[in-house]
Each structure stands twice: as structure tokens, then as C-alpha cells.
């Protein structure tokens, strides 16, 4: 019958120096399914935390949970350095986000409720004319944290899973 949310988003962005711009954004969710009989099925083989209507496997009566995918708080936060070198820039960024805990599913269960998670990536690069051209290196998930992001409930307990610490170079040319 009803679902509520309410919370907020703040986002700053900042030159700290000439060379320095940084960025914070920072977010709270909070979200709640009303609705006292609402029932939805369930994976037979997970351990559902919900109140059930019958045994394991039945439907799960999902009043008072969360909206799917809608963490309670989320934080982000970026740096950029840029040095003017030659007829370029040499630059170094980093960006950073956390997700707290989240629900996958209408119902909540153990094995479908994915755990708070942080990544970072760092790129060293040089760009030149006026970006045109830019070369770097980089990492991703430079904390290798690997999380569940995702599931399929009827599918032998499917879990899909962020992507693990990735090196690599980049070429980039515009026209």
C-alpha cells in the first residue's frame, strides 16, 4: 500500500589551491515498506529473517523492511592535483565511495544482504594540448574489497560481485 523514504544528499566541491580541487558528497536513506499483510515469496533454500506465512520457503511478510538497493548512507570523495609541466599537465586523482549494508530483496535474508563497501581508484596521467591528448595509469578498487552487489533469488543462490583491483594504461586521443 505505501513506502516512505526520506533523508538527504550534500554535495561540496572545492579548490583547496590553484591545483588542488577536492569534492565530498555525502548521503542518508532512509526508507520503510508500510503495509502489514503485504507478503511476497521467498528463496526455499535461504534463511529468511523475515516473519513467514508457513514454513521455509513460504512468503515472508516484508512490513518494516527497507526499499531493495537503498543503503542508509552513502559517502563519496574525490582529489585532483594538477601540475603544469612543459605544454601540459601532470595530475594525480583519487576517488573514494562508500555504501553502507544493503538489502537486495523485498524480504530480508542472510545470504541476500550485501555488507557496507569502500572502494578507491587512483590515475596518474599527463594531458596535453588543452586535453586533446592525455595518457595515464591507473587502479581500481585499489583495496581489492570484494562485495555481493546483486543476487537471483531463484537461481541456486546467485550472487554477483563488484569487479577486483584492475591496473591498466590509457591512451586517449579527442577529434
Known amino acids: 500500500k505505501k513506502a516512505t523514504g526520506q533523508g538527504f544528499e550534500l554535495d561540496f566541491k572545492a579548490f583547496l589551491t590553484d591545483q588542488l580541487l577536492a569534492s565530498l ?12 499483510g503485504l ?4 528463496c526455499a533454500a535461504c534463511k529468511v529473517t523475515d516473519p513467514q506465512t508457513g514454513g521455509a520457503g513460504s ?4 512490513d518494516g523492511n527497507p526499499l531493495p538497493q537503498a543503503p542508509k548512507t552513502t559517502a563519496n570523495f574525490t582529489l585532483r592535483y594538477t601540475q603544469p609541466i612543459g605544454n601540459g599537465d601532470l595530475y594525480v586523482f583519487t576517488d573514494w565511495v562508500y555504501r553502507s549494508k544493503v538489502n537486495f530483496f523485498l524480504y530480508e535474508s542472510a545470504e541476500f544482504t ?4 569502500t572502494e578507491g581508484g587512483l590515475r596518474v ?3 596535453w594540448a588543452n586535453g586533446k591528448y ?10 581489492n574489497q570484494i562485495r555481493i ?12 560481485i563488484n569487479e577486483p583491483r584492475t591496473y591498466g594504461v590509457q591512451f586517449k586521443a579527442m577529434f
Open 25 to 36: 558528497g555525502v548521503g542518508y536513506n532512509d526508507t520503510k515498506i508500510k503495509d502489514p
Open 39 to 42: 507478503a511476497v515469496a521467498v
Open 59 to 62: 512468503s515472508a511478510l516484508i
Open 114 to 117: 550485501g555488507k557496507a563497501m
Open 125 to 127: 596521467g599527463y594531458s
Open 134 to 143: 592525455d595518457v595515464a595509469g591507473f587502479v581500481r578498487n585499489m583495496t
Open 149 to 160: 552487489v546483486g543476487g537471483i533469488d531463484f537461481n541456486n543462490l546467485t550472487g554477483f
